[in-house]
């Protein structure tokens, strides 16, 4: 088993699961939507059964079905363990061990479906039949997680994961069998998902459905999904880097034919641009503007850092996001005296030795009038408007001024733009001619360092958990926005010059980039 | 006048590992309907210097001219003139067959539709409706193979072409399609490790060893030029004296025999044997192609370069 093959891949997924895993630890109840695109990357990196290599050898079936469900299964929890660990230590208000533990189970009955189908043989059971299930296991698995008390599910859930691992490792053969082609033939044929690309390509030509085939997978609308709804419920920035990563390495490699074919470096590049960029950039606004009609709100304190521990500001009830604190000129905040002379001590956050500080900080001692006072203040900044605060509380809230105003619309956009461009590019540095393998790696640490990072500052910072790289640059585009001329014309050159440069760089870094085999190795 | 050669490699390095080249210092020409076979063992170089030839490559050292183009700068332009198909053809999976020759005759302005309704029938793939990755490695390769030819190419590039197919189907190919271009002007490189193929299309035969071009001649020549003499053990003592005649390559014991390669014809060979040596009825042969190949790259008892 310490030899097998799965647990080769091991060190990439692993590198993955410390995001999701950062992710968990910042918000543990975030788990599931955090662990989700994780989970299908363990899924589809892990070798799970084997071909005719794995069938020349005298392994048992049992064995190797014990090696690789255990491996996966391994790396499937880590984001939940540290999750359980992060919500014990964190203590955070309304974390639940016990639902964790039942999301925990849901993962390892998840890992262990496919092997449950058709488990004697070593072939992959096709997809369609797998996401079947997978449906079937989520709706039930949401109707546990809806009714029944955590504890009662997690016994349900666990005991069916015992359940079914008993049954399949009773019922495996000593040798697992490949399918005959023919066989795999007439299944592939007559797959929903064979079925659903030919419906989806019926409206292209036919010279153009290979291209279409090979940018587009049916796997992709997993991230998709995800992407649309982390935009839905207004925090998607590491699923959209996340799907952009992964979509983009996976179509470079299904569109490599197209490499000996007469279509030129910037043909083929957009082309690979469509199901990322174009595709994810569509979902996101999809998500933008589906999300709050489905009642889905942010309010005041969204995303704002957490209070420091104390007895003045511990109770803030005006809080605000980061983007919206101000920058202290000393290492102490100044006192915000309200006009009748009450006063709050600043919330404060040091970064990179800068003294940020929230100026509509209300401490637990304040007067009602004074959090009033500091909520309408808030409110008008943040939406340009004053709110009282129970209007606040329970009224509707419109987009803030920073992702509402056209200018910042705008800016946003080709931040966006921007920031996808450059990760495919971070792909794309890894395949550089001059570099060798090793370089590979650091393309990829290239792309990891600054997603981790916006997720990762927070606990450097006082654990805090607060993004820091976001409303930086919220703020900066801010700033810009000020500054930028009135004309949206010219706004709009402003913002997709970078956009263009990015592009550019990208472009020339397609064209220097090696996607043809390495050289293999001389036999003896 | 001077012809622009289709294809050429100046002094080609090329490595994936510091301190362990794949390719150095390779050169040579392909010219207009000249068909050049490369050879040499797994990992001699032979894929990496047609992904150099394709631009899919770079080259670390020395510089690459298709059609007096760089493959890298001018893809396009180059590739519109160049049939390929890789050792591992990567076709997409999902597209049936009747697309993807499709997406071809929207790409090649010259593709042969009556080149390509005789292959398809050849290969028994006409009226096919199967996806790529339904079809089996041979039939893929078929597919490959069409879509390399019928925009009638003034280069194919073959990387092991006929891996896959079984052996009168490569045959065919083989006969037929390829020397059916070739009749048209079309230079051909392949690389192959069939010396059965090598010997049936004849031409140029460039073989490389550890990254270097080790031998590059016509067939003929390596035909005509090289015979191996056969010398009972107990007729010819010392084995220094075959290997002082004139022409002697390599001396091996080969049980009770000597076999001896000798860089001449086969009746130089006798004559030098009945002269130099009083040894009449040598036994002196033209060499098979398969036993230059193991000769010359095969093993450490290989001969040196010629």
């Known amino acids: 088993m310490r030899r097998d093959l799965s647990l080769r891949v091991s060190a990439p997924v692993v590198v993955l699961g410390l995001l999701a895993v950062v992710t968990s630890v910042k918000a543990p109840n975030l788990v599931l939507v955090a662990g989700l695109p994780y989970c299908f990357f363990v899924w589809s990196w892990m070798p799970r059964r084997g071909g005719a290599f794995d069938a020349a050898l005298p392994i048992r079936g049992r064995e190797l079905f014990a090696a690789r469900y255990l491996s996966s299964l391994t790396l499937m929890l880590i984001p939940f363990i540290v999750a359980i660990v992060a919500g014990v230590i964190s203590n955070e208000r309304g974390f639940s061990a016990g639902v964790t533990l039942e999301y925990m189970a849901i993962a390892a009955l998840a890992t262990l479906v496919p092997y449950a189908l058709r488990p004697g043989e070593l072939n992959e059971p096709p997809l369609w039949l797998t996401i079947a299930f997978w449906i079937a296991l989520a709706a039930l698995s949401a109707a546990i997680l809806r009714f029944l008390d955590p504890t009662v599910g997690f016994v349900l859930l666990a005991g069916s994961t015992i359940l079914v691992g008993r049954e399949l490792w009773l019922g495996l053969p000593d040798w697992l069998r490949l399918t005959g082609t023919k066989v795999s033939v007439d299944r592939q044929a007559s797959s929903p998902l064979t079925r659903l690309r030919d419906v989806s390509t019926a409206m292209v030509p036919e010279s153009w459905k290979p291209v279409l085939r090979s940018t587009f997978s049916p796997r992709f609308l997993i991230f998709y999904g995800v992407v649309f709804f982390s935009a839905g419920i207004g925090s998607w920035l590491l699923m959209l880097a996340l799907a952009t990563m992964s979509i983009s390495s996976s179509t470079r490699y299904s569109m490599r034919w197209l490499s000996a074919i007469p279509l030129s470096n910037r043909a083929r590049l957009l082309l690979s641009l469509v199901p990322t960029v174009f595709t994810l950039s569509v979902c996101t606004v999809a998500g933008r503007i589906i999300g709050p009609q489905f009642g889905v709100d942010r309010d005041l304190s969204f995303r704002a850092p957490m209070s420091s521990i104390g007895p003045s500001n511990y109770f803030n009830r005006s809080k605000v996001p980061l983007e919206y604190w101000s920058r202290s000129k000393g290492t102490v905040a100044p006192a915000i005296v309200a006009p009748w002379g009450e006063s709050s001590a600043a919330d404060t956050i040091t970064v990179l030795g800068m003294t940020l500080f929230d100026p509509y900080t209300s401490g637990s001692d304040n007067s009602s009038r004074f959090v009033d006072w500091q909520v309408a203040r808030a409110t008008s900044a943040i939406y340009g408007y004053p709110m009282s605060v129970a209007q606040e509380k329970h009224g509707d809230h419109p987009e803030p001024l920073m992702d509402r105003e056209p200018r910042m619309r705008i800016l946003n956009a080709a931040a966006v733009l921007a920031l996808m461009l450059l990760i495919v590019w971070s792909t794309e540095f890894g395949m550089w001619n001059r570099f060798g393998r090793i370089w590979k790696y650091f393309g990829a640490a290239l792309l990891a360092i600054p997603v981790a990072a916006m997720f990762w500052v927070d606990h450097i910072y006082q654990n805090r958990r607060a993004e820091l790289l976001v409303p930086i640059a919220k703020k900066l585009l801010w700033h810009a926005s000020n500054a930028l001329p009135a004309n949206l014309v010219v706004v709009a050159i402003a913002a997709f010059l970078p956009v263009l440069a990015v592009y550019s760089l990208l472009e020339w870094q397609f064209a220097q980039s090696e996607l043809a085999a390495r050289r293999p190795k001389p036999q003896a | ?306």
């Open chain 2, 1 to 306: 006048m001077i012809t622009t050669p289709v294809l050429e490699f100046r002094n080609i390095s090329r490595s994936f590992k510091k301190g362990a080249p794949v390719l150095s210092n390779v050169s040579f020409n392909v010219a207009q309907a000249e068909v050049v076979a490369l050879l040499g063992r797994n990992g001699s170089g032979k894929t990496t210097l047609i992904h150099i030839a394709m631009g899919m490559l770079f080259p670390h050292e020395g510089d690459v001219r298709v059609f007096g183009l760089s493959p890298t700068e001018r893809p396009v332009d180059v590739k519109k003139r160049i049939g390929y198909v890789a050792e591992d053809q990567v076709l997409p999976p999902n597209s049936k067959i009747q697309e993807l020759l499709a997406f071809h005759r929207y790409l090649f302005k010259t593709w042969d539709a009556s080149l390509e309704k005789q292959l398809l029938e050849r290969f028994e793939l006409d009226g096919n409706t199967w996806r790529i990755s339904q079809l089996s490695k041979g039939q893929a390769r078929q597919v490959a193979l069409i879509c390399a030819v019928c925009h009638r190419p003034d280069l194919l590039i073959l990387d092991e072409p006929a891996g896959g197919l079984d052996p009168a189907a490569r045959r065919e190919f083989l006969e037929t399609s390829i020397q059916l271009l070739n009749r048209n002007g079309t230079a051909i490189l392949f690389s192959s490790h069939h010396m059965g193929d090598v010997e049936r299309l004849g031409g140029r035969v460039v073989l490389l060893d550890e990254g270097r071009v080790k031998l590059d001649r016509q067939l003929d020549d390596l035909r005509e030029k090289f015979c191996i003499a056969i010398i009972p053990r107990y007729a010819a003592r010392d084995v220094t004296a075959i290997e002082r005649l004139a022409g002697c390559v390599q001396v091996k014991a080969v049980v009770d025999q000597w076999h001896a390669v000798f860089k001449c014809s086969p009746d130089e060979a006798s004559l030098l044997f009945a002269s130099e040596l009083g040894l009449a009825n040598v036994q002196c042969t033209n060499i098979p192609l398969e036993e230059m190949f193991i000769k010359l790259v095969g093993g450490k008892h290989s001969m040196g370069a010629l």
